[in-house]
């Protein structure tokens, strides 16, 4: 069936004549997009369905790190392209010493609610009308209480985890390539890898109770008033700043400022180019769950 649709799909490429319909041989550049894109998708579903449900990994480890060995990951289903499961697998098969644990919407639900109802960020999390966000919420309360990684569900790692820091470091920065839209001002940060850069956080490494982590949690649910009710132009863009890396730079530098001596490890720009911005086959999950990327004019938690 794969082989039959790919011919089929090239001969339309082509301008060669299908039963139902000739596409020209020189389309519009938007719409010869618009053709390729949609072609690639449907190759997709063939090649990727059926989903293969992501299952929790748990070894049996004695560790000897201050950070736990355990990561930590969520999504808002555990069914996933084939493609993307097998990277997900590769990723673990890499760091054998760790357990995987995957949340899905209901579980990452369940978690917040009997564990964080007492705290204001409890609130703000299910007032967020956005899975990103969420995610965003849940990787610092999970991290707080338990220790261990946190890993987006379309990221990775070409290292084992355990490699990129020794067992007394209590947590790992790292950095995005972009620059952060405001410069620092403490001249502690001048001595930073990259101090001008947003600190990194899709993918993370803490001991349980990191006071940084507190100190997020405890900003994110100060900021609130700032953003409830209110329509974004660019909704992905106010959840960067409120509770994603724009929000984490912004208190990972106040952390850092005032905490000279810590003892966290410092990786330059992707765990020292170490880390993976996209799983090989991740894009499909956007197939079943639209990516908020796109959308316009919405607010982001009520």
Same mark, same amino acid.
């Given at each position: 069936?794969?082989?039959?649709?790919?011919?089929?799909?090239?001969?339309?490429?082509?301008?060669?004549?299908?039963?139902?319909?000739?596409?020209?041989?020189?389309?519009?550049?938007?719409?010869?997009? &618009?053709?390729?894109?949609?072609?690639?998708?449907?190759?997709?579903?063939?090649?990727?369905?059926?989903?293969?449900?992501?299952?929790?990994?748990?070894?049996?480890?004695?560790?000897?790190?201050?950070?736990?060995?355990?990561?930590?990951?969520?999504?808002?289903?555990?069914?996933?392209?084939?493609?993307?499961?097998?990277?997900?697998?590769?990723?673990?098969?890499?760091?054998?010493?760790?357990?995987?644990?995957?949340?899905?919407?209901?579980?990452?639900?369940?978690?917040?609610?009997?564990?964080?109802?007492?705290?204001?960020?409890?609130?703000?999390?299910?007032?967020?009308?956005?899975?990103?966000?969420?995610?965003?919420?849940?990787?610092?309360?999970?991290?707080?209480?338990?220790?261990?990684?946190?890993?987006?569900?379309?990221?990775?790692?070409?290292?084992?985890?355990?490699?990129?820091? &020794?067992? %007394?470091?209590?947590? $790992?920065?790292?950095?995005?390539?972009?620059?952060?839209?405001?410069?620092?001002?403490?001249?502690?940060?001048?001595?930073?890898?990259?101090?001008?850069?947003?600190?990194?956080?899709?993918?993370?490494?803490?001991?349980?109770?990191?006071?940084?982590?507190?100190?997020?949690?405890?900003? $994110?649910?100060?900021?609130?008033?700032?953003?409830? %009710?209110?329509?974004?132009?660019?909704?992905?863009?106010?959840?960067?700043?409120?509770?994603?890396?724009?929000?984490?730079?912004?208190?990972?530098?106040?952390?850092?400022?005032?905490?000279? %001596?810590?003892?966290?490890?410092?990786?330059?720009?992707?765990?020292?180019?170490?880390?993976?911005?996209?799983?090989?086959?991740?894009?499909?999950?956007?197939?079943?769950?639209?990516?908020?990327?796109?959308?316009?004019?919405?607010?982001?938690?009520?």
């Amino acid at each position: 069936m794969a082989e039959w649709f790919k011919a089929h799909a090239w001969n339309a490429c082509i301008g060669e004549t299908l039963s139902w319909v000739r596409i020209p041989l020189s389309p519009p550049k938007k719409m010869k997009n &618009n053709i390729i894109y949609k072609l690639k998708k449907n190759i997709r579903r063939i090649t990727e369905f059926p989903l293969v449900e992501i299952k929790d990994r748990i070894v049996q480890t004695t560790n000897e790190f201050c950070i736990p060995n355990n990561v930590y990951q969520t999504w808002e289903t555990r069914f996933l392209g084939k493609t993307h499961a097998n990277s997900i697998k590769l990723f673990r098969d890499n760091n054998p010493s760790l357990s995987f644990y995957l949340f899905d919407k209901k579980k990452r639900d369940d978690y917040m609610s009997s564990n964080w109802s007492n705290h204001d960020i409890s609130n703000i999390y299910f007032s967020s009308l956005f899975g990103p966000m969420k995610a965003d919420i849940f990787r610092y309360c999970i991290l707080y209480d338990l220790g261990g990684y946190y890993f987006d569900i379309a990221k990775g790692c070409n290292v084992p985890l355990t490699q990129l820091h &020794n067992q %007394n470091h209590d947590g $790992i920065i790292t950095y995005e390539e972009n620059t952060f839209f405001y410069p620092p001002k403490n001249k502690n940060l001048f001595n930073l890898k990259r101090p001008f850069n947003y600190f990194l956080q899709w993918g993370l490494a803490f001991q349980a109770k990191h006071p940084f982590l507190k100190e997020l949690i405890d900003e $994110i649910s100060k900021n609130y008033d700032f953003y409830k %009710n209110i329509e974004f132009d660019n909704p992905k863009l106010a959840i960067l700043n409120f509770t994603g890396p724009g929000m984490y730079t912004k208190v990972m530098r106040k952390y850092l400022s005032e905490n000279p %001596n810590n003892n966290l490890k410092e990786l330059d720009i992707k765990f020292g180019n170490q880390g993976i911005f996209k799983l090989k086959g991740s894009s499909v999950r956007h197939y079943i769950i639209p990516s908020y990327t796109y959308l316009t004019n919405s607010m982001i938690c009520r």
